[in-house]
C-alpha cells in the first residue's frame, strides 16, 4: 500500500467532511445534546408529587398531621379540596396525582385513643409516580402513627396505648398498576410518530437527489398544492398505521379503552396531520437524504425522553420540563392516556387538543413557506 496515496485520500475525506457543515454539526451536537438529555431526563425519583389535602377536620392535630407530609421530599400540596368530586375532577385534569382525606372525626378518635383513618387517593394512570405516592404515603402515615403512639405512652407513662392511625389507599384508573396500561396507549402514539416523520422526511428530498423535483417546478402547480398532494397519500397511510397499532396494542395486547373509542381515533388522525408536518418540514430544509435522517433523529431521541412516553416529566429539571412542551407527543400521549385509563372526554382535554392542532397548524404552514422559498 502506497502511504502517500493513503493520506492523500484521507485528506480528501475530511476536506468533503468539512465542506459538509450539517453533517459535521450534527455529529458535534449530537452526543453533546444526548449526554444532556440522557442525564437530566432519565431519571425514576420523583418527589415534590402534587398533592391536594381535604381536611374535613380541621384541628391543630390535623395540621399536624398534614405537616409531616409536607415535610417529606415527595408531597407537594397544592390544593386544599372542599370536596372529593373536585378531587376527581382535578385528578381528571392531572393537575393533582395524589390527594390526603383527613374524616372529620379524626381528632375525636385519636383523643379517645381510637384508630382514625386516613385516606390517600393516588392517580394510577402513571404507575412510576403511583408507586410512589404508594410506597412514599404508607410510610410516611406509618411512621407517624408510631410516632405519635411513642408520644401517648410517653406522656401518660406507658399506661394509656392508643391505637395509632389508619392509613388506607385507593388507586384510581390503574388499580393493579400494570404497567402495559400504562407503556401501550404511549406506545401508539411513538410508534404512529416515528412512522409517519419518517415516511415524510424523505418525501422531497428523494425527488431532488432523483432530479424529477424540476418537472414540478416548471408545473403550474402552486408550493402549498405541492406540498398537500404529497401529504395526502401519506396521511391515509400513516391512518391505517394509527388503527392497526390501536388494534395490536389494544386487543391483542389487551388494554382496555374506558373512554371514546371514536373520539381517540378522531385526534389520532389529528395527530397523523401533525406529525407528518414535521417531516415534510423536514424533507424541505434537507439536501440530501442522510441530512434528513440525521434531523429525524435529532426530533425522535428527545420526543421519546421528554414527552413522558417512559420517565416521568414532572422528575426532570425544570428547563428540561419547559422543553417537552413544544413536542407535539407530549399533549398526544396526555390524551390518549386520559382517553384510554381514565376514560374521560373532550371537556378535559380541550387544552392538549387544541394545542396540538395549533402546533399542526403552524408546522404545515412553515412547511409552505420553506418551500416557496426554496422554489424562489
Do not use: W
Not at 386487543?251 to 379503552?257: E, L, M, Q, T
Amino acid at each position: 500500500m502506497n502511504f502517500q496515496r493513503f493520506l492523500s485520500i484521507v485528506k480528501k475525506e475530511f476536506i468533503q467532511i468539512k465542506r459538509d457543515r450539517a453533517s459535521l454539526i450534527i455529529a458535534v451536537m449530537m452526543p453533546i445534546l444526548m449526554m444532556i438529555l440522557f442525564g437530566y431526563a432519565v431519571n425514576t425519583e420523583l418527589d415534590n408529587i402534587n398533592t391536594a389535602v381535604l381536611d374535613m377536620n380541621k384541628t391543630t392535630e390535623s395540621r399536624d398531621f398534614l405537616k409531616n407530609f409536607e415535610n417529606t421530599k415527595y408531597f407537594k400540596v397544592i390544593k386544599i379540596e372542599n370536596s372529593i368530586s373536585q378531587i376527581h375532577e382535578d385528578m381528571n385534569l392531572g393537575s393533582i396525582h395524589a390527594a390526603i382525606i383527613i374524616p372529620s372525626d379524626y381528632a375525636l378518635k385519636l383523643n379517645e385513643n381510637e384508630k382514625p383513618r386516613i385516606q390517600i387517593l393516588i392517580d394510577g394512570s402513571d404507575p412510576t409516580t403511583a408507586r410512589t405516592v404508594l410506597s412514599s404515603g404508607v410510610l410516611t402515615g406509618e411512621n407517624y402513627s408510631m410516632s405519635y403512639i411513642n408520644k401517648t405512652m410517653e406522656k401518660n407513662n406507658g399506661n394509656i396505648n392508643t391505637g395509632g392511625i389508619d392509613i388506607g389507599t385507593k388507586v384510581l384508573y390503574n388499580p393493579d398498576l400494570k404497567n402495559k396500561n400504562f407503556t401501550i396507549p404511549g406506545l401508539v402514539g411513538l410508534v404512529l410518530q416515528n412512522i409517519t416523520i419518517l415516511l415524510t422526511a424523505f418525501a422531497l428530498v428523494r425527488e431532488k437527489e432523483r432530479g424529477t423535483i424540476e418537472q414540478l417546478l416548471v408545473s403550474p402547480l402552486k408550493s402549498g398544492e405541492i406540498i398537500l398532494g404529497k401529504l395526502v397519500p401519506y396521511i391515509l397511510i400513516g391512518f391505517c398505521d394509527f388503527l392497526l397499532s390501536m388494534f395490536i396494542g389494544f386487543y391483542y395486547f389487551g388494554v382496555p379503552i374506558n373512554g371514546s373509542i371514536a373520539l381517540l381515533i378522531f385526534l389520532g388522525f389529528g395527530f397523523v396531520i401533525c406529525s407528518l408536518a414535521i417531516g415534510i418540514l423536514i424533507s424541505t430544509a434537507a439536501k440530501t437524504q442522510l441530512e434528513a435522517m440525521q434531523m429525524t433523529f435529532m426530533i425522535l431521541l428527545p420526543s421519546v425522553l421528554l414527552s413522558g412516553f417512559v420517565f416521568p416529566r414532572e422528575a426532570m429539571p425544570k428547563v428540561i420540563y419547559f422543553i417537552g412542551y413544544f413536542m407535539p407527543l407530549t399533549y398526544f400521549l396526555n390524551i390518549v392516556r386520559s382517553i384510554v385509563l381514565k376514560g374521560i372526554g373532550m371537556n378535559y382535554i380541550y387544552k392538549d387538543v387544541i394545542i396540538l392542532f395549533i402546533f399542526g397548524g403552524i408546522l404545515l404552514s412553515l412547511s409552505i413557506i420553506q418551500f416557496r422559498n426554496k422554489l424562489e
